[in-house]
């Protein structure tokens, strides 16, 4: 079966550092998004992407993220510069439509991210 | 706005059926969805149900939707120390590109 892949699956760094989570959606989806848990809270949409661009970003994505699309298969996330509150584990979710009925969204095993 | 609840935590017995509710605030929501997320690992689709059904089963699951409350609910019957797990509703609400919305989820422990 089909796989959302994430690497690495768990980075540790110092607050101020950049990051980069990086995802390899499934082959033929045309529709990339990242989410993330914090520990014990809802899991929160980030980001959608589609036709190498942003489709729609919700209120936590502000100027210090970035996500893109560098070749034909990887999705990355960049954080230039984490804080403390960015400690969570990140979800990276690819679909084939807009609104995938059968498959629903299928996520990646996620990253956990821990800024100290 | 969009908004989805769900109770935190639910106990059962091993055997016993387990029912999992939530709520939703948006109507014109077209699929609705349960992930299941174990221990340390991803989100993993369990079922899903068009709003223009009613109930749907799935072997040992059972999805009903209640559009007029705006409720969803997730039976599980004759369930199993490996069903403990976090269960998460989550809807894909109209407008935009139809991001999933997810609730808080609820931790299920079942027990000998």
């Known amino acids: 079966e089909p796989e959302v892949t994430q690497t690495p699956s768990h980075q540790v760094t110092q607050m101020g550092q950049e990051v980069i989570l990086r995802c390899v959606p499934i082959s033929n989806h045309l529709y990339f998004y990242w989410y993330r848990q914090i520990l014990g809270q809802k899991v929160e949409f980030l980001v959608s992407?589609?036709?190498?661009?942003?489709?729609?970003k919700s209120e936590i994505f502000d100027d210090q993220f970035s996500v893109e699309r560098p070749d034909g298969s990887n999705f990355t996330l960049k954080i230039r510069s984490t804080k403390l509150e960015d400690s969570a584990m990140y979800f990276c979710a690819s679909s084939e439509h807009r609104s995938s009925a059968h498959y629903g969204y299928t996520f990646g095993s996620g990253t956990r991210l821990t800024v100290v | 706005g969009e908004d989805v609840e769900q109770s935190l935590f639910l106990s059962v017995r091993e055997g016993d059926s387990s029912v999992i509710n939530c709520t939703y605030t948006?109507?014109?929501?077209?699929?609705l969805y349960w992930y299941k997320q174990e221990p340390g690992a991803g989100l993993q689709l369990l079922t899903y149900?068009?709003?223009?059904?009613d109930m749907k089963q799935d072997q040992r699951l059972t999805v009903l939707l209640n559009k007029k409350d705006k409720h969803l609910s997730l039976r599980i019957a004759d369930t199993q120390t490996g069903d403990s797990a976090i269960y998460f509703c989550?809807?894909?609400?109209?407008?935009?590109?139809?991001?999933?919305?997810f609730g808080a989820g609820t931790r299920l422990a079942v027990h000998p």
């Open positions: 989550a809807l894909v609400f109209s407008g935009g590109y139809n991001k999933l919305i």
């Open positions: 948006d109507s014109s929501s077209t699929y």
């Open positions: 149900i068009f709003s223009n059904m």
């Open positions: 992407f589609y036709n190498n661009e942003i489709s729609e």
